[in-house]
């Protein structure tokens, strides 16, 4: 078995678990406040829900494909390189955007975005993967990943306050819900590039093993690790079949995840009634309750299934199926009503969401890999993210109306429950007792 951590590699791993769950969750001020912003660009400028699926479209297909490409350039250079320069694209489209007056300014610096979004996930998780090991990824990913909840969450809140508050440059309008994430992600991106290292040899510590009971001397001089070809490692990633069975489920989990996140703010203004103010804040209960989600379902993947990533996943699955069942239901029982469906959803969501594209990607990549294990996963994912805009705006103009893509999404999370039911052996470790 390893050894015990020092003191120095516990402050190290403290400092980058911090500074990479603020560096992903920053990419969502300036992802967020988009959605945010859309119910006041229909009233202000008279964009119809196509026109926003248009731009939705578009920045999904360039956020899906960056994912292939940033997940090998993240795993070829470093993610304190690629995720910094994301940051930088990111910001500078939503200053932009704040400026925009016409449909093509928002389309072509929305789908810009995407390509600075597109570094992120890729990046952070690969920073996580050089840090800490197997068996202790269900539980401290699941933390991990409330980056992109809380992240989620706080963006929409902020953006939200920042468009639409009476005191802070009002006649701006939502311009505000642009440039005040920009100035935020600003913030962020400098703390990350400066406080962030690609892997503990980085910082004059040893790395980590790729086997959890591999010996490591934590008192000796860095030792020199096994250098393998860098596409030796690519051959290997991109071709198990595990990852892109997992990131063709995937597919179906993003769809339905970014639905909720894009359109919740519409759908509760159009089918509720409810206040702009009162749309973005309602909405964000979905990040609020989707929180514990992550963090249950990581406790459990390590926990109760010794390291196996798939049947929390499956089982949150068909769950959410049945939180999607009963929401319009849960609606019409008025603002708690609502409020419970939303958060069921999102916990439902959330979980497996985390699972997939965390832990189970590092577990699959390795640490070498990491990086482009999260970029299939999360690149195939994104494709579902494509059609999503489309799939809501036809539906909710169609006779079956919002409640309808409810019921849509019931049968995507059956047949995802589905299929990760299928990998329910896949992974986990031998339990320490039987490793020695």
């Not at 119910?39 to 202000?44: E, G, K, N, Q, R």
């Not at 690149?379 to 494509?386: E, N, P």
Request: hydrophobic residues 50%.
């Amino acid at each position: 078995m390893s050894g015990p951590l020092t003191a120095e590699q516990h402050r190290w791993r403290y400092r980058i678990f911090a500074v990479t769950w603020v560096g992903y969750a920053g990419f969502y001020l300036c992802r967020k406040n988009f959605s945010v912003c859309m119910p006041m660009l229909t009233h202000d400028l008279g964009y119809s829900k196509t026109d926003f699926a248009h731009i939705i479209a578009l920045y999904s297909l360039m956020y899906a494909l960056g994912q292939f490409y940033n997940g090998i350039l993240n795993d070829r250079f470093g993610p304190r390189l690629i995720v910094t320069i994301g940051h930088v694209i990111a910001l500078a489209c939503s200053v932009v955007m704040g400026f925009g007056h016409v449909y093509a300014v928002f389309f072509v610096f929305y789908v810009l975005n995407g390509v600075g979004q597109s570094t992120g996930w890729s990046g952070t998780v690969k920073n996580m993967a050089t840090w800490f090991r197997h068996r202790e990824r269900g539980v401290v990913m699941g933390y991990w990943c409330t980056c992109y909840v809380l992240g989620g969450l706080a963006a929409t809140n902020f953006a939200t306050w920042a468009a639409t508050n009476e005191l802070l440059f009002p006649q701006l309008g939502w311009r505000r819900g642009f440039w005040a994430p920009a100035i935020a992600l600003a913030v962020v991106s400098a703390l990350y590039v400066v406080f962030t290292r690609n892997k503990p040899s980085d910082a004059g510590l040893p790395d980590f093993p790729e086997d959890d009971d591999a010996p490591v001397s934590y008192g000796a001089p860095v030792p020199v690790r096994e250098e393998v070809p860098f596409w030796d490692v690519f051959k290997e990633v991109y071709s198990k079949p595990v990852i892109w069975l997992t990131g063709g489920t995937y597919f179906l989990v993003k769809a339905t995840r970014y639905a909720f996140i894009f359109w919740l703010p519409l759908y509760l203004s159009q089918a509720l009634a409810y206040s702009d103010a009162k749309s973005g804040y309602m909405s964000s209960v979905y990040e609020f309750v989707g929180f514990f989600g992550v963090i249950l379902a990581g406790y459990l993947s390590d926990k109760v299934w010794n390291s196996r990533r798939f049947p929390i996943t499956s089982i949150m699955l068909f769950g959410l199926a049945a939180a999607c069942f009963i929401h319009p239901h849960l609606a019409g029982l008025g603002t708690v009503g609502c409020a419970v469906g939303i958060g069921l959803i999102g916990m439902m969501t959330f979980g497996p969401d985390a699972i997939m594209s965390g832990p189970a990607a590092q577990d699959m990549g390795s640490q070498r890999g990491a990086a482009m294990a999260a970029g299939i996963i999360n690149g195939l994912g994104s494709f579902g993210q494509i059609i999503s805009p489309y799939i809501v705006a036809l539906i909710a103009d169609s006779k079956y109306g919002w409640n309808g893509v409810f019921y849509l999404f019931v049968v995507f999370a059956i047949v995802s429950g589905g299929l990760m039911a299928t990998l329910w052996n896949y992974g986990g470790h031998q339990p320490a007792a039987s490793a020695r």
